[in-house]
């Protein structure tokens, strides 16, 4: 670790989050410490990661993960590395808890995302099907995040946009769905804030300015697309094509950049179902 990169993580620090000030200096090489020279306190190199306080080599750690994260059988990580298999599950709740950590921290912050794209996956797993609803902002294919849910419903869908709504600005917004009627309710009562008038009582709530919602609605017979329609439930024609424009250029209105995000599922779905 790089002490002139990193910061104390002591919270009651009055140079925590504070980089490349000098503050952090090395306690001991050997054992990978560090000490803040505002605080006092001395912290370990692994702090705040997944490998913190693990006995096991981080090469060895970061193995197990990822055969994991590739759908590798926990039995058969046990039977080569000779690991306990609540050993096994414990790295992959803190790799878990870590990643949605660092997501939290580093995509989880106010930008003009101008289209979002969100869709569901239907997927398989030891001991039932789980659905993963995810979204993606289409003019950078930065991964938004995703939510796990036994059923396909409203809550499903709400607390999809509620990470969404954590990543965008109230700028001109366009969501690109699926046919799934949830999304049109999650979107109107998710993007909205109170209207402050000072008044005793409950505010009314006031709807985010230029959220466009389009809709790709595909038909099928004996489990084939036989047929797809595009419609557009809120905003104008022209709103939407301009918007669909800056964000992705030529083409027309669909949530087909959603299936790169594929590699995430495996992961995050392997971490929330428990496996």
């Not at 490349?20 to 001395?42: A, D, L, P, V, Y």
């Not at 595009?230 to 905003?235: C, S």
Request: hydrophobic letters at 40%; proline letters at 4%; aromatic letters at 6%.
């Amino acid at each position: 670790m790089d002490p002139t990169q990193a910061f104390c993580p002591n919270l009651d620090c009055p140079a925590r989050g504070q980089r490349g000030k000098g503050t952090i200096g090395i306690h001991s090489r050997k054992e990978g410490r560090f000490r803040c020279r505002q605080c006092g306190k001395t912290f370990a190199a692994t702090t705040g990661t997944a490998w913190y306080r693990l006995r096991t080599a981080a090469e060895v750690v970061g193995i197990v993960v990822t055969l994991l994260a590739h759908g590798c059988p926990p039995q058969a990580i046990v039977a080569a590395y000779g690991l306990d298999e609540r050993t096994v599950a414990s790295w992959l709740a803190r790799a878990g808890s870590h990643s949605q950590a660092v997501h939290e921290h580093l995509v989880e912050q106010p930008r003009d995302l101008g289209q979002v794209q969100a869709d569901e996956l239907r997927v398989k797993r030891q001991g039932g099907v789980v659905w993963m609803a995810m979204a993606m902002m289409v003019s950078t294919r930065l991964w938004l995040g995703g939510v796990v849910s036994e059923r396909r419903d409203l809550p499903l869908i709400r607390a999809l946009l509620a990470r969404v709504r954590r990543c965008a600005l109230a700028r001109p917004l366009l969501f690109c769905t699926e046919g799934l009627c949830s999304y049109v309710r999650a979107i109107r009562e998710t993007f909205r804030e109170p209207l402050q008038t000072g008044k005793p009582g409950r505010p009314r709530w006031r709807a985010w300015k230029n959220i466009l919602i389009a809709q790709v609605i595909k038909r099928s017979q004996k489990r084939r697309v036989v047929a797809v329609t595009h419609r557009i439930v809120q905003g104008t024609r022209r709103q939407v094509a301009r918007l669909r424009r800056r964000s992705q250029g030529a083409g027309v209105i669909n949530t087909a950049y959603i299936g790169v995000s594929v590699l995430f599922l495996k992961f995050h779905t392997v971490v929330k179902s428990g496996r």
